[in-house]
Nanobody, 127 residues
Framework: QAQLVESGGGLVQAGGSLRLSCVASGRPFGTHAKGWFRQVPGQEREFVASINWKGSKIYYEDSVKGRFTISRDNDKDTVYLQMNNLKPEDTAVYYC????????????????????WGQGTQVTVSS
């Protein structure tokens, strides 16, 4: 069964940094776009960042631009999210996801095209 597993979440003070990782297993996703999304209780899951399979196209939600960096290592089939200057508003469960189709760059900034999802990792930023 395809599986994406996030790690690296935790509790950090405002202004601190965390690096999230998401590794694929069960089937390869090195040719799929990957993204990071986050969700707080009672709210919809929202887009954070995405990267196409080659790493040549990258998108960020406005509130994280300049603070977060998405990257990937296809040899390890892993996508990362480096989060700097964290704010309390960043507190959420963070999920990684893989696009439904290999090589596709279609609509990388919304939830719809992402078919495969991890279980999530909690990020809590204290003020």
């Amino acid at each position: 069964q395809a599986q994406l597993v996030e790690s690296g979440g935790g509790l950090v003070q405002a202004g601190g940094s965390l690096r999230l990782s998401c590794v694929a297993s069960g089937r390869p996703f090195g040719t799929h776009a990957k993204g990071w999304f986050r969700q707080v209780p009672g709210q919809e899951r929202e887009f954070v960042a995405s990267i196409n399979w080659k790493g040549s196209k990258i998108y960020y939600e406005d509130s994280v631009k300049g603070r977060f960096t998405i990257s990937r290592d296809n040899d390890k089939d892993t996508v990362y999210l480096q989060m700097n200057n964290l704010k309390p508003e960043d507190t959420a469960v963070y999920y990684c996801a893989a696009h439904s189709r290999s090589y596709s760059d279609y609509d990388l900034s919304s939830r719809g095209p992402y078919e495969y999802w991890g279980q999530g990792t909690q990020v809590t930023v204290s003020s």
